[in-house]
């Protein structure tokens, strides 16, 4: 897609994720959203729905985005085939507490990491995304090149290096582990860009058009009252916008995300919750991930070595950012320090412009008076 874009025009940023923790994740969403289908009794019903749901709104579902678009029916038909089995082996109690390993409900963690669509599409994904090489790309041949990467072991050092150059060209990296300051750090880095961009080109259109409203309503004055009265009303509503703009800086940007973000993941956190029973006892949690053996985990760390690489190569540059914005930061203070120290002694360093104007009103006015008593002296002398 970016190359369709003008390269002058066209700033990138992205955000990586623990590679492990990723996969994590997105097991356990998979499995999240495709249970909530589970209040059907079988699959049928569910794409009566859909079908339905489609007629009714033209809103983005999680369905329609990548990846989900191919896990979530996937796991979807697992839950149903899972749920169909324990029925008809009358099956109502489970023996594991293990939510990774409970194969009466769900496809168990190591069984998902080694099946071929997680080989295609989740694993090294962070890598296969930045160079465009996924499974929806719209580069032709990308199918066909990943799946010589995932044969040819020793062609993922080439992919990996064109990740890392395309991480050196983007605007911002974030790491979703450094949440908080990756969110500030975007704030500074992009939201200070954008705020004062919109502020000069907002400006600008707005001079343009106040001078169009000014010339309208002279040209309305007789007899136009009323209009004139909406044409004010209008100047002094941009008035107010600009006031509302000049108080946007990037600490209020970064309150206002603290609030949406806080909202997003308490809403989350019910949806996940409500899901999850459709499926109990498991359930996804921070304790139930550390009881994951070691062996699986370094299954998924060999399943996933491109990504690993490159997310210790962010690391290094989101470490790098935090330097530049911090000395960046530190600068400005000393800027605002010394202006305010300056403007302390205004007599000496800034003296007013009023002051200026009377001392050398004074100074004129003196030079004025010495030279009409010398002229004065000169023309007593004459007539004497």
Known sequence: MMSKLPKEKTSVVTILRNPIDRVFSTYEFSVEVAARFLIHPNLSSVAKMAQRARRKTSAVSTLDIWPWKYLVPWMREDLFAR??????????????????????????????????????????????????????????????????VLKYHSLGDHVLEVAKRKLDNMLYVGLTENHKESATMFANIVGSQVISQHTISSSSAEVAEQRSLLSSTKSDLTGQSNSTHETLKNVSS??????????????????????????????????????????????????????VSKILIEEIESLNSLDMKLYTYAQHIFTKQQTHVLHNMVSAQEIQTSTQTTSSYPIFNNPPSWKVSISVTALLLVLFIFLFVNSRRRTSKVKL
């Open 83 to 148: 749920r169909d089995a324990r029925k008809l082996g009358g099956q109502s109690h489970l023996v594991t507490n293990d939510s990774y390993d409970m194969e009466d409900v769900l496809m168990p963690l190591h069984e998902y990491i080694n099946d071929p669509i997680a080989r295609d599409i989740v694993h090294n994904g962070a890598t296969f995304q930045i160079v465009g090489l996924t499974n929806n790309s719209y580069f032709g041949e990308a199918h066909e090149v990943r799946h010589c």
């Open 238 to 291: 941009t008035g107010e916008d600009e006031v509302r703009r000049e108080n946007l800086t990037v600490g209020k940007l970064m309150e206002a995300y603290e609030s949406c973000i806080a909202n997003l993941r308490n809403s989350q956190a019910e949806r996940r919750v409500n899901s999850l029973k459709r499926i109990s006892p498991a359930n996804f949690t921070k304790e139930a991930r550390r009881q």
